[in-house]
């Protein structure tokens, strides 16, 4: 697919994103903005062009081998040290094969992995003590160290035609996920502990309110870390990696502003292995990226539970443009942990390209979880087929397990352009009695070779203009 070619910036006053309480002021029905698309120069506007200071510290210059047998751990930490105390610059990382441990990132610094570089992280889970702050499945908690991680840095990015390869791998982190669709997948085997106590035992506190400070979890809890977590940064980049074989979720912003994701790709199918997850930020770019997973390409999340009403932050001004997405759950997924509400999602010119993907575009809540998903909009997707729906919106899910009386809203969802070849369903929608789904609007869209009719289940507003629903097959 070729690269997305923006549109010129406008020059519109931005609702600033730091507006983080409360419903938001343009709710499904009351919306006075004729083309919502619009808004999108001015959430671009908010992400700011970088340049660090041109000042390389090459890792091999402190002791780094590469050679794909040494460890150059400290090699490299010594890289990032003398990077911070220049006052910022690029940490390079040449051709080479570098074995190593997490990495924590500093403002004002850029870690440029060449191309013809791999950067390997030790599956030594003992490495990635002591524990950092971090949210776990929309949870916050002291848990093991992402295998790159910023916290509370800005101006960070992560740059290259590198490979950053996180050797996980059936036996190696996917196996603490425990039974996860057969053993076969993840090197688990029956007797064997997994994270359900220590998962539990986290949800047990967060709706307790206990101190996330006191939340510790080890790596005798088989709570896995993610791949790459910035924790509450600003200006972010991510750009021109490969990243590979995932303990968890692979790049993971978190409580962030101005963030780019660009010309990334993600190969990793482990279990929960979604590709990018915006989570609780704002203003987000993510383009021209392939990711290939064993979860939900993109999605975008707010915190669970209590404890995302807690920090009660949202997800909002997030643009995904120009992307292809290939195996996975979903291609785009809002959810399942939005508890602290997501709006303003816009999503364009993607190619959902791969028989073995789920679901096209998905939302995903219960009563539990709660939220308010509105405001998103999407265009000019082409989809070669997915086995299940294309449209999918689901207030049950995971209902079996949590049943609360956090009801969630989801409304204003605008799909225009939509192209499917092969499809289970075209869309299916499982709203709530006591809170039905309400105004999605589909336009000039095709549906082709669909095996099953529709389910509109506790659905209000629903159009359909200009689209072709062929009967069922």
């Not at 669709?181 to 090197?187: D, H, I, P, V």
Request: proline share 6%; glycine share 10%.
């Amino acid at each position: 697919m070729a690269p997305y070619q923006p549109a010129p910036a406008s020059v519109a006053t931005p609702d600033h994103c730091g507006k983080r309480t409360g419903e938001s002021a343009a709710v499904s029905g009351r919306r006075t903005i004729a083309d919502p698309w619009t808004e999108v120069p001015a959430i671009l506007a908010r992400i700011p062009a970088r340049a660090f200071p041109s000042r390389d510290r090459v890792v091999t210059d402190y002791g780094a081998v590469g050679d794909g047998r040494t460890d150059d751990h400290a090699a490299l930490v010594r890289a990032i040290a003398a990077c911070v105390a220049g006052g910022g610059g690029r940490v390079v990382v040449p051709p080479g094969d570098y074995l190593t441990g997490p990495l924590h990132l500093r403002s004002h610094m850029n870690l440029h992995v060449c191309a013809g570089a791999t950067l390997r992280f030790t599956t030594d889970s003992c490495r990635y003590l002591p524990p950092v702050f971090t949210r776990w499945e929309g949870m916050e908690c002291m848990g093991l160290s992402p295998l790159i991680y910023a916290c509370e840095q800005e101006h960070v990015a992560i740059t290259g035609g590198g490979v950053l390869d996180g050797q996980a791998g059936p036996g190696r982190w996917w196996n603490w996920a425990g039974p996860w669709e057969g053993t076969r997948s993840t090197g688990w085997t029956p007797g064997q502990p997994h994270q359900a106590a220590a998962r539990d035992r986290l949800k047990h506190w967060a709706e307790s309110g206990i101190p996330v400070r006191q939340r510790i979890f080890t790596e005798q809890d088989l709570l896995r870390p993610m791949f790459i977590q910035f924790y509450r940064c600003h200006d972010v980049l991510v750009e021109g990696i490969t990243l590979q074989n995932s303990p968890m979720w692979g790049i993971h912003p978190v409580l962030c502003q101005a963030v780019t994701v660009r010309r990334v790709k993600i190969d990793s199918h482990g279990p929960n292995n979604d590709g990018c997850v915006a989570d609780s930020c704002c203003d987000v770019l993510i383009e021209d990226c392939l990711l290939d997973t064993g979860d939900d390409c993109v999605a975008v999340k707010s915190g669970r539970n209590q404890d995302g009403l807690r920090v009660n932050v949202p997800a909002e001004g997030i643009v995904i443009r120009g992307c292809r997405m290939l195996n996975g759950h979903g291609g785009v997924a809002i959810g399942s942990e939005i508890s602290g509400s997501v709006r303003r999602v816009f999503v364009e010119q993607c190619m959902m390209d791969s028989p073995h993907l789920d679901l096209a575009f998905r939302i995903k809540a219960n009563s539990t979880r709660g939220g308010v998903v509105e405001q998103i909009y999407l265009r000019d997707l082409k989809v070669r087929g997915v086995r299940d729906a294309v449209v999918q919106i689901d207030l049950l899910y995971a209902q079996a397990e949590e049943q609360g009386n956090r009801l969630p809203r989801v409304s204003e969802i605008v799909i225009e352009r939509l192209a499917c070849a092969q499809s289970g369903r075209a869309v299916w929608i499982e709203g709530l009695a006591a809170m039905p789904v309400r105004d999605v609007h589909i336009r000039d869209s095709v549906f082709r070779r669909v095996e099953a009719a529709n389910i509109l289940h506790h659905v209000e507003g629903f159009t359909a203009r200009q689209v072709v629903f062929p009967a069922p097959a």
